[in-house]
């Protein structure tokens, strides 16, 4: 890349890649190997084993770190593969102030995992509310980790004022951006050490890989960190993982605003049907964090969450009857998803943690696919009817 600014969508296509000197290929090759010839004893071109290094990863993590506004990325063979990785930046019997509406998979990693193995303890708090940042902190806490829009309740948290407070307190602050995607929404330029992906969702966008990527900041000494886990843990993708998820970023600009605009139609018309209860939705005036989004997002995004009138039986009917809206778990695929967070993507998170955060048997969460408007809107309608 030349040295000015190009966009987003320039950069999205261009970032991370270089001429194959061989054939002058136009797309990174899928370079499908274990090691690399040595010269001699310690004199090579960079590459001498491929835990550690990979052109084909290198171009996508580069693409990413780029997109993000951050100084390095470094991919991961899932998103909790990333966390987990991350998680490593802090000593035992460290203590971390995490979201309360937290993904199910982090939560359980957080408390099944690391409480038991390093003896790390969390405290949940709602951080779109500044004061329940305050009141977290202990001396032992070492990080900050939120999502904003959460899931599934989709809360929004103020991040210029987490980064600010992570900084006073040097804590190390990390944004589960997934839900936002470096198109909607870079944590890094509010102040962020450390913006965090699922890179299977929107970055790839076509439901066909597993991935997580990590980029970091401004601060040289973490992006080293994350480099040496990286390496000494070894849980990286595949070169052809890589391949795609290069391939799959190439449209995130457009497919996130096909996503952002069929979903804010969607929520708008289900907030206003008889039999939807709530709908939570940051591109919503109704939503409590709707005023921070606008300053923080370029998009409200593809994700929606929705309370049905009548519990578990009225809501397990209407997810049975969706046709285009496919029930399965993840998100942010080319195709509309649907599912039950209760019985379904936060099955790991207790009962009544889930009761305390509004993840009842009525709530279902939506991923907005970028199918036609009026044909997601018919395969609601009849499933309500």
Known sequence: MKKRSYGFTTRQIHSGKSTD???????????????????????????QYARGQNPTRFAYE???ADLEEGSAGFAFSSGLAASATIF??????????AMDDLFGGTYR?????????????ATYADLS?????KNALTPKTKMIWVETPTNPMLKISDLEMIADFGRKNRLITVCDNTFASPYLQNPIKFGFDISLHSST??????????????????????????KYLQNAIGSVP???????LHRGIKTLSLRMEAHSNNAHHIAEWLQNHPKISKVYYPGLKSHNGHEIAKKQMKLFGGMITAEIKGGLPASRKFLERCSLFALAESLGGVESLIEHPAIMTHAAVPKLQR?????????????????NREDLLDDLKFALK
């Open 21 to 47: 000197p061989t054939t002058g290929a136009i797309n990174v090759p899928i370079y499908a190997t274990s090691t690399y010839i040595q010269e001699s004893p310690g004199k090579h071109k960079g590459f």
């Open 62 to 64: 580069k693409c990413v």
């Open 88 to 97: 490593e930046l802090i000593d035992t019997g460290s203590h971390i102030i």
């Open 109 to 121: 990693l957080l408390e099944n995992i690391r409480k038991r193995s390093a003896g790390i303890i």
């Open 129 to 133: 509310k500044s004061e329940n940042l």
């Open 201 to 226: 969702k929107y970055i790839n966008g076509h439901s066909d890989v597993i991935g997580g990527i990590a980029i970091a900041g401004k601060n040289a000494e973490i992006a080293e960190r994350i």
């Open 238 to 244: 595949s070169p052809f993982d890589c391949f795609l």
């Open 355 to 371: 009761e305390k955060l509004g993840i009842s048997d009525g709530l279902v969460r939506i991923s907005v696919g970028v199918e």
